[in-house]
């Protein structure tokens, strides 16, 4: 989404049925309590898998209580990024698909659902490794904490960017409790939020239950469809178990399922050629093209906008056990599925039929971290076992010049008519003489004289796209329309039309991943802490059952891109590709304390994100290639400060990250390619 639907002109009223506890970190209260004259607040976290007081943890770290969250309007994924420094989160595929950014590390515009975020995004400990349930859990909850930097020796996964951990309410084995917020805000938003606690055996039992609704009208009006779109439609709900056998021994199991299924707002596209118009001469700033006047700021005009659903569910089980005064173990287990259809989306942006692709992903992940935890004196450490694997089966369509079907068809071409302008390195058929030599003049038939490249049955006419091209360029020069499906010179040449690119593509990413861990540091002096993490990842990334068809005019399967085939033959092997690495990573640490309130620190860290496939590729199996994994080296100093009795409080934070094969995303033509480049960042917050 590029606004949202629910603004700060809401309305809401909050009941508390009995005893509404404080927010919770761990179990420690999240010491609300100020000093005596009245400073600020202390937080308590567990960035470093052990209850600390924020201020006294050597990273840059932010945290928000569940109340704060309340107050402060935090009612979906985005709205954090306004009081977390670096962070910034878009939201391109609706209110649960946020991609986030810390310190500029970010998910990009990689658009596949095979790619996994170099953010780590954990619920209640539990790593979320399917990117598009990402913001599907925001409602009751204790407590957000933001980590700025590599992660990995505390953490379930190995990221480069960071972490953003969610952590729920749950039963505080006390006295029954409830919550309910409803909302009414701008376009007709209607939101109902609650949470309802029954203490079941008082100390012992809890059972904790709550969800959250949201519906309300769009903010961007599509005249070709006559409908409001970028619509909110969420509903959500959670039952949290909570037993305590022993004072030693503390389980919880959690449940879960949402559905987010809004109209989709279109993109504003600008067009690429003069008077911002497209390739077939549409602008959106032609009043006779728009019923008479240009298309308002909210406004786009598309043909086949559609839906972002998303949904998930899970199950996940905390078990933690105090073997002694200085020892715990804590297992984490986690399992969730997920589904993803973006159905259809249409990518040009206009009324006619340019472009409109439909991307639908279904995810099965399962997770299990195990770790050991000491607290001693002057030393603290964990260790920990981790292992994870996430399955995501994707099913794509693909729609290119839809608009050439009833052209064709209109001209009496016959259904079984195939020639899809797809430049896959296997069916190039024949090019014209003027896409060997540029130089020649496009607009002479004598230079369109087919050249044969070794596929005599013209699966696949270069030469067709190449005309279609100069003869946009020819009509468009004084902002003309489109004047064909191939321009005169070639047709007299003899080259056929090109049809529309009509196809499916499919495949699997399965990415297993197993690591072992340690995180300690040492108090040298009262005043002087050193740190020191390390973590061995070992990481398969696999490409499976990778095939992708293409249709002729009529609907009927013509040929194979991956594997290549042609004609089609249902027989031969999908695509199948393996890929691992193994990689150590860490961070080392020292933090001084200068005065009581004043805590300085140097870092230096490294992380990783695990390689992928290119995984929309769907023209050739060559273009199905291997990423690398990501590194980068991070390096930070800060200083954490409270002045005037703690009535004021600044941190401060430098970093410098130096990266080596960051995944980014290239669009050429209509495919899309996953890159690795390497750079530098470098900043400050305050």
Same mark, same amino acid.
């Given at each position: 989404?590029?606004?949202?639907?629910?603004?700060?002109?809401?309305?809401?009223?909050?009941?508390?049925?009995?005893?509404?506890?404080?927010?919770?970190a761990?179990?420690a209260?999240?010491?609300?309590?100020?000093s005596?004259?009245?400073?600020?607040?202390?937080?308590?976290?567990?960035?470093q898998?052990?209850?600390?007081?924020?201020?006294?943890v050597?990273?840059?770290?932010?945290?928000?209580?569940?109340d704060e969250?309340?107050?402060?309007?935090?009612?979906?994924?985005?709205?954090?990024q306004?009081?977390v420094?670096?962070?910034?989160i878009?939201?391109?595929?609706?209110? !649960?698909?946020?991609?986030?950014?810390?310190?500029?590390?970010?998910?990009?515009?990689?658009?596949?659902?095979?790619?996994?975020?170099?953010v780590?995004?954990?619920v209640?400990?539990?790593?979320?490794?399917?990117?598009?349930?990402?913001?599907?859990?925001?409602?009751?909850?204790?407590?957000?904490?933001?980590?700025?930097?590599p992660?990995g020796?505390?953490?379930?996964?190995?990221?480069?960017g960071g972490?953003?951990?969610?952590?729920?309410?749950?039963?505080?084995?006390?006295a029954?409790?409830?919550? @309910?917020?409803?909302?009414?805000?701008?376009? %007709?938003?209607?939101?109902?939020?609650?949470?309802?606690?029954?203490t079941?055996v008082p100390d012992?039992?809890?059972?904790?239950?709550?969800g959250?609704?949201?519906?309300?009208?769009g903010?961007?009006?599509?005249?070709?469809q006559?409908?409001?779109?970028g619509?909110?439609?969420t509903?959500?709900?959670?039952?949290?178990?909570?037993w305590?056998?022993? %004072?030693?021994?503390?389980?919880?199991?959690?449940?879960y399922i949402?559905?987010d299924?809004? @109209?989709a707002p279109?993109?504003?596209?600008?067009?690429?050629?003069a008077?911002?118009?497209?390739?077939?001469?549409?602008s959106?700033?032609?009043?006779?093209q728009?019923?008479?006047?240009?298309?308002?700021?909210?406004?786009?005009?598309?043909?086949?906008?559609?839906r972002?659903?998303?949904?998930s569910?899970?199950?996940?089980?905390?078990?933690?056990?105090e073997?002694?005064?200085?020892?715990s173990? !804590?297992?984490?287990?986690?399992?969730?599925g997920?589904?993803?259809?973006?159905?259809?989306?249409?990518?040009d942006?206009?009324?006619?039929?340019?472009?409109?692709?439909?991307y639908?992903?279904v995810?099965?992940?399962?997770?299990q971290?195990?770790?050991?935890?000491?607290k001693?004196?002057?030393?603290?450490?964990?260790a920990?076992l981790?292992?994870?694997?996430?399955?995501?089966?994707?099913?794509?369509?693909?729609?290119?010049?839809?608009?050439?079907?009833?052209?064709?068809?209109?001209?009496g071409?016959?259904?079984?008519?195939?020639?899809?302008?797809?430049s896959?390195?296997?069916?190039?058929?024949?090019?014209p003489?003027?896409?060997?030599?540029?130089a020649?003049?496009?607009?002479n038939?004598?230079?369109?004289?087919?050249?044969?490249?070794?596929?005599?049955?013209?699966f696949?006419?270069?030469?067709?796209?190449?005309?279609?091209?100069? %003869?946009?360029?020819?009509?468009?020069?004084?902002?003309?329309?489109?004047?064909?499906?191939?321009?005169?010179?070639?047709?007299?040449?003899?080259?056929p039309?090109?049809?529309?690119?009509?196809?499916?593509?499919k495949y699997?990413?399965?990415?297993?991943s197993a690591?072992?861990?340690?995180?300690?540091?040492?108090?040298?002096?009262?005043a @002087?802490?050193v740190?020191?993490?390390?973590?061995?990842?070992?990481?398969?990334?696999?490409?499976?059952?990778?095939?992708?068809?293409?249709?002729?005019?009529?609907?009927?399967?013509?040929a194979?891109?991956?594997p290549?085939?042609?004609?089609?033959?249902?027989?031969?092997?999908?695509?199948?590709q393996?890929?691992?690495?193994?990689?150590?990573?860490?961070?080392?640490?020292?933090?001084?304390?200068f005065?009581?309130?004043?805590?300085?620190?140097?870092?230096?860290?490294?992380?990783?994100r695990?390689?992928?496939f290119?995984?929309?590729?769907?023209?050739?199996?060559n273009q199905?290639?291997?990423?690398?994994?990501?590194?980068?080296?991070?390096?930070?100093?800060?200083l954490?400060?409270?002045?005037l009795?703690?009535?004021?409080?600044?941190?401060?934070?430098?970093f410098?990250?130096?990266?080596?094969?960051?995944?980014v995303?290239?669009?050429?033509?209509?495919?899309?390619?996953?890159?690795s480049?390497?750079?530098?960042?470098?900043g400050?917050?305050?």
């Open positions: 989404m590029t606004k949202k639907a629910f603004l700060a002109t809401c309305l809401s009223t909050t009941m508390l049925i009995g005893w509404h506890a404080p927010a919770l761990q179990d209260p999240a010491e609300e309590g100020t005596d004259s009245g400073g600020i607040a202390e937080i308590v976290v567990t960035a898998k052990r209850a600390q007081n924020l201020q006294d050597p990273v840059a770290v932010s945290a928000l209580a569940g969250l309340e107050s402060r309007g935090v009612s979906e994924t985005s709205d954090l306004g009081f420094p670096s962070l910034q878009t939201t391109p595929y609706g209110r !649960t698909q946020p991609n986030f950014s810390l310190r500029g590390v970010s998910v990009a515009n990689e658009f596949s659902a095979s790619t996994a975020s170099p780590g995004v954990y209640d400990e539990v790593y979320q490794s399917f990117r598009a349930s990402h913001g599907q859990q925001l409602y009751d909850l204790e407590r957000v904490e933001v980590l700025r930097g992660q020796t505390l953490y379930g996964r190995n990221t480069t972490a953003i951990s969610f952590f729920s309410n749950k039963p505080q084995l006390g029954s409790e409830g919550t @309910l917020t409803v909302g009414y805000g701008n376009y %007709d938003t209607k939101t109902v939020e609650g949470a309802v606690e029954a079941l012992k039992l809890g059972i904790r239950f709550a959250t609704f949201a519906k309300g009208d903010w961007q009006y599509n005249p070709v006559d409908r409001h779109v619509t909110t439609n509903i959500a709900g959670r039952v949290s178990l909570r305590k056998p022993t %004072d030693t021994v503390d389980i919880n199991l959690k449940g949402a559905r299924n809004p @109209l279109n993109p504003y596209a600008l067009g690429q050629l008077g911002g118009r497209d390739v077939l001469g549409y959106r700033f032609d009043p006779a728009n019923g008479g006047a240009p298309l308002g700021k909210n406004e786009v005009a598309a043909d086949t906008g559609g972002y659903f998303t949904s569910r899970g199950v996940a089980l905390n078990v933690a056990v073997l002694s005064d200085t020892l173990l !804590t297992s984490i287990t986690g399992y969730d997920g589904k993803y259809r973006n159905s259809p989306f249409d990518c942006g206009s009324p006619n039929s340019v472009c409109a692709l439909r639908n992903s995810s099965q992940n399962f997770n971290d195990l770790r050991l935890n000491y001693g004196d002057r030393l603290n450490f964990v920990g981790y292992y994870g694997v996430d399955k995501i089966d994707t099913r794509n369509e693909i729609d290119f010049f839809g608009v050439l079907k009833p052209i064709l068809q209109g001209a071409v016959p259904n079984s008519f195939f020639n899809a302008p797809v896959a390195p296997q069916a190039a058929a024949i090019a003489a003027f896409a060997v030599n540029p020649l003049d496009p607009t038939p004598a230079n369109c004289s087919a050249v044969p490249t070794g596929n005599p049955n013209g696949l006419d270069a030469r067709s796209l190449i005309a279609l091209l100069t %003869d946009i360029q020819v009509n468009n020069s004084g902002g003309g329309g489109f004047g064909g499906a191939i321009s005169a010179a070639c047709r007299a040449a003899g080259a039309p090109f049809g529309p690119i009509s196809g499916e593509q699997t990413i399965k990415r297993p690591a072992i861990y340690f995180d300690g540091s040492y108090d040298l002096t009262d @002087l802490t740190s020191v993490g390390l973590r061995y990842t070992m990481d398969k990334v696999k490409y499976q059952n990778g095939r992708t068809v293409l249709y002729d005019l009529g609907g009927t399967i013509r194979s891109t991956i290549y085939t042609f004609p089609y033959d249902p027989n031969a092997p999908a695509l199948e393996n890929e691992k690495a193994n990689r150590l990573t860490g961070r080392v640490n020292i933090s001084y304390d005065a009581d309130d004043i805590m300085g620190y140097l870092n230096y860290s490294r992380g990783y695990s390689g992928s290119n995984g929309l590729a769907y023209q050739g199996t199905v290639y291997y990423i690398q994994p990501e590194q980068i080296n991070a390096y930070e100093g800060g954490k400060m409270r002045f009795d703690r009535r004021v409080q600044l941190n401060l934070a430098g410098y990250y130096d990266y080596k094969n960051h995944q995303t290239q669009v050429i033509g209509a495919t899309t390619f996953t890159r480049a390497n750079g530098r960042l470098y400050g917050e305050a």
